[in-house]
Every structure is written in C-alpha cells, then in structure tokens.
C-alpha cells in the first residue's frame, strides 16, 4: 500500500510541474508570437521593472533593532524598502487618476 501512496505522490508531483510549466511558458510563447497585440501589455510590464528599479535604488539600506531580530540584511533591507516606496507610488498614481477622472466627468 506504502508504495501505491507514493506512485501517487510522484504522478502528482509530475502533473503539478506539467500544468505550472504550461502556465508559464503557454502566455510567453503567445506574446512572442505575435508582439504587434502585445506591445502594450509589454510596455506595462516594462513601466513596471522601471518603477521597482527606480524604488530600489532610493531605498535606503537601513538596518535597525528590528531588522536584526529577524536577521535581515542590509540588502534584503533595501528590497523591503523598494517595494514599500513602489507601492507609495502606485497608490498616490491610482488616487491621481481617479480624481482625475472624476473632476474630467464634472467638467464634461
């Protein structure tokens, strides 16, 4: 019986690896396979490793009391702080569009 169990174990294992590699590699091949009707999610996704590179590198590389209770490094440090200012960012974007969009209705 022991052994049946672990057949299981090993096609699920396989099974699971199949359908995340699909997943995966399905959308890739589809967006390099036809970049003019992608070019805008790219430009999004581009945007957006501009946007988290940029918060990284302002970042500050501070360690505390705190960050040594949990034994984080300077570096892993500076990534925290990165997606802490991308996020600021993001938010202060999102309010802006939206009060934007509702002052444009108004005006309209």
């Given at each position: 019986?022991?052994?049946?169990?672990?057949?299981?174990?090993?096609?699920?294992?396989?099974?699971?690896?199949?359908?995340?590699?699909?997943?995966?590699?399905?959308?890739?091949?589809?967006?390099?396979?036809?970049l003019?009707?992608?070019?805008?999610?790219?430009?999004?996704?581009?945007?957006?490793?501009a946007?988290?590179?940029?918060?990284?590198?302002?970042?500050?590389?501070?360690?505390?009391?705190?960050?040594?209770?949990?034994n984080?490094?300077p570096?892993?440090?500076?990534?925290?702080?990165?997606?802490?200012?991308?996020?600021?960012?993001?938010?202060?974007?999102?309010?802006?569009?939206?009060?934007?969009?509702?002052?444009?209705?108004?005006?309209?």
């Amino acid at each position: 019986m022991d052994s049946l169990i672990n057949i299981g174990i090993v096609v699920t294992y396989i099974l699971l690896f199949v359908s995340v590699a699909g997943a995966i590699l399905f959308p890739v091949v589809q967006t390099f396979g036809n970049l003019k009707k992608a070019k805008s999610s790219l430009i999004g996704i581009g945007i957006a490793v501009a946007l988290f590179l940029i918060s990284y590198a302002v970042s500050p590389a501070e360690t505390g009391p705190f960050y040594e209770k949990f034994n984080i490094s300077p570096n892993f440090s500076k990534v925290i702080g990165g997606g802490l200012v991308a996020t600021y960012i993001i938010t202060i974007a999102v309010l802006l569009s939206v009060v934007y969009s509702q002052v444009s209705k108004w005006i309209k």
